[in-house]
């Protein structure tokens, strides 16, 4: 019988502030389920966390403790490609090239950029403006077919779209147009304490974010205190913003459809919503702490790991910036 071909994802989480149940939820979950069906790249995207002031030393450490969270989270270091960003430089060549075929118009419409830079007033650096591009380089460079994500990146994805269509339009088939895969529950957790706003891993209240690595006793905390509303009804509906959020926590860690997990809770009040909510969040960090603490003990094994997978991720991203090299007209070195 004829094998056929895997296709690919790549995705990547941005070494900033800590992991956090968002990521999990939004992205990390995805990614491990996926992770037999594909063949899949997950990197530490170290190069993009540099559009805003790091500390050295933070960020090395940050870097690596990412990378330790992806392995405990159940992503198999055999089956995937694990790397940091800056390991594989293929990424930042990419980008240059890709920079000469994205407008600044489209670049200027981009959320993120416009929430960035008004955060951070006093760096509004090119690279926060180009950080799409690198992104699109990130994902183009494997020929990738499928990136999960959550919601908020829809707009980048969008931009790594068109700027494949343009390339291949302009040079013949070169990048596959890759599609997003955004969860249907759970796209968009938002922060336990302005539900408005998504659950941010750089939030300077650290009320308003679960990390994964928080002990149990200070996830109870944070849920307990989570903004609910007033009228102690709970049903996923309009403008109950911190009630939907509470329940789509709940309804994708317990596996629970919405309209079973609202029947679950039928009639219960916030409270024992809030005690639920916390456990199953407990539970199902307990076995990610308990790996991630063995793992940390065995760095030889992580660098072993990264080694590896940033030398394949090369080997592979080559053949894509070498193509491109030719059908844009550079001289070919061999
Ligand atoms: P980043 O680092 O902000 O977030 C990493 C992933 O987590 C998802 N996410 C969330 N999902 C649900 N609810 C939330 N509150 C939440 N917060 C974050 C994000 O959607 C993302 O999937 N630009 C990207 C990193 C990146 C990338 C890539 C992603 C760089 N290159 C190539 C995919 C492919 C970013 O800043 O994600």
């Known amino acids: 019988?004829?094998?056929?071909?895997?296709?690919?994802?790549?995705?990547?989480?941005?070494?900033?502030?800590?992991?956090?149940?968002?990521?999990?939820?939004?992205?990390?979950?995805?990614?491990?389920?996926?992770?037999?069906?594909?063949?899949?790249?997950?990197?530490?995207?170290?190069?993009?966390?540099?559009?805003?002031?790091?500390?050295?030393?933070?960020?090395?450490?940050?870097?690596?403790?990412?990378?330790?969270?992806?392995?405990?989270?159940?992503?198999?270091?055999?089956?995937?490609?694990?790397?940091?960003?800056?390991?594989?430089?293929?990424?930042?060549e990419l980008a240059w090239i890709l920079n000469c075929y994205t407008y600044m118009g489209e670049l200027s419409r981009m959320t993120q950029f416009?929430?960035?830079?008004?955060?951070?007033?006093?760096?509004?650096n090119s690279g926060l403006f180009t950080y799409p591009v690198l992104m699109a380089s990130d994902i183009l460079l494997y020929q990738t077919d499928l990136v999960p994500v959550g919601s908020d990146q829809?707009?980048?994805?969008?931009i790594a779209r068109d700027i494949a269509l343009r390339f291949n339009h302009i040079y013949g088939e070169t990048f596959t147009v890759p599609e997003g895969y955004i969860p249907e529950v759970g796209a968009r957790i938002m922060s336990l304490q302005e539900p408005t706003k998504k659950m941010s891993k750089s939030d300077d209240n650290e009320n308003a974010f679960i990390a994964l690595l928080d002990s149990p006793d200070v996830i109870r905390r944070k849920v307990k205190r989570a903004v609910t509303d007033s009228d102690n009804e709970i049903r996923f509906a309009e403008g109950k913003d911190g009630i939907n959020n509470l329940l789509s926590i709940y309804s994708s860690l317990s596996g629970?459809?919405?309209?079973?997990?609202?029947?679950?809770?039928?009639?219960k009040g916030y409270g024992q919503l809030k005690e639920?909510?916390?456990?199953?969040?407990?539970?199902?960090?307990?076995?990610?702490?308990?790996?991630?603490?063995?793992?940390?003990?065995?760095?030889?094994?992580?660098?072993?790991?990264?080694?590896?997978?940033?030398?394949k991720a090369l080997s592979i991203s080559s053949r894509t910036l070498k193509k491109v090299y030719k059908k844009v007209g550079f001289v070919p070195k061999n």
């Open 1 to 92: 019988m004829e094998k056929v071909k895997k296709k690919v994802i790549f995705s990547g989480i941005q070494p900033s502030g800590c992991l956090t149940l968002g990521n999990y939820i939004g992205a990390l979950k995805n990614w491990i389920k996926l992770q037999d069906e594909y063949n899949c790249c997950f990197s530490v995207v170290d190069l993009h966390s540099l559009t805003v002031r790091q500390d050295p030393k933070e960020l090395r450490r940050r870097c690596m403790d990412f990378l330790v969270q992806y392995i405990a989270c159940g992503l198999d270091p055999e089956k995937n490609l694990l790397f940091f960003q800056s390991h594989v430089s293929t990424h930042a």
């Open 256 to 267: 629970k459809n919405m309209q079973q997990t609202e029947e679950h809770f039928a009639d």
């Open 276 to 311: 639920e909510v916390a456990e199953v969040v407990v539970e199902s960090l307990r076995p990610i702490q308990e790996k991630y603490k063995q793992m940390m003990n065995d760095k030889d094994y992580v660098q072993q790991i990264y080694t590896a997978s940033a030398e």
């Open 114 to 124: 416009k929430d960035k830079s008004a955060k951070h007033e006093d760096n509004i």
């Open 154 to 158: 829809k707009q980048h994805l969008e």
